[in-house]
């Protein structure tokens, strides 16, 4: 039992997801928003459902010290499947006004593959809202990095009114799963 353990933890130690997550990588550079997918979970007392959109925009650029990325999506490329929702969702976070969820992020220019986000500042409905700590996940691929987690999206928190069902309103918390693919640009 010993030799089997002792075998498993030597194949463990040298396999490359724990080499790559113990080194750190430098993505110093400009990057271009490849491809993204955001999605949120609503939840009443009887239902769930979700919005997804793929139409975010974004930039960022890394240098020696730290990361800075800017990342746009319009409040109306959400969707759930039901234009009624997704109407009563626009009116609901004042998308009218406010067409853009603009997010800030700031990060450390050196990653690990699990690392944490420095500063996320998130605009939207006309509030806004700083994140600290948020984990996220990083995959690399040559010139190409992926960075997904989830951000703990609450709604009062940007003074929206919470839309009810029979009575009952959903509940406060809309958790965003996000998953951002970026490409270096070429100098």
């Known amino acids: 039992m010993r030799k089997l353990l002792l075998s498993t933890l030597a194949l463990v130690a040298t396999s490359p997801v724990l080499s790559l997550s113990a080194q750190a990588k430098s993505f110093a550079g400009n990057w271009e928003l490849k491809s993204s997918e955001l999605t949120y979970h609503i939840a009443y ?3 769930k459902f979700t919005g997804t959109s793929q139409q975010a925009k974004g930039k960022g650029r890394c240098d020696a010290k730290a990361c800075e990325f800017l990342i ?27 067409p853009m969820i603009v997010v800030r992020v700031e990060l450390p220019s050196e990653l690990n593959v699990s690392a944490q986000v420095s500063k996320a500042h998130v605009e939207f409905a006309g509030q806004s809202q700083d994140y600290d700590h948020l984990a996220i996940k990083v995959e690399e691929q040559a010139d190409t990095v992926t960075v997904s987690g989830q951000l703990p999206l609450i709604l009062t928190s940007y003074k929206i009114e919470l839309p009810t069902l029979l009575g009952v309103p959903i509940k406060d918390q809309a958790p965003v799963d996000f998953k951002l693919t970026w490409t270096r640009e070429k100098p």
């Open 72 to 98: 746009g999506i319009p409040v109306k490329s959400f969707d759930s499947g039901d234009t009624n929702r997704d109407a009563h969702m626009l009116e609901t976070t004042k998308g009218a006004l406010h």
């Open 45 to 47: 007392v009887l239902k």
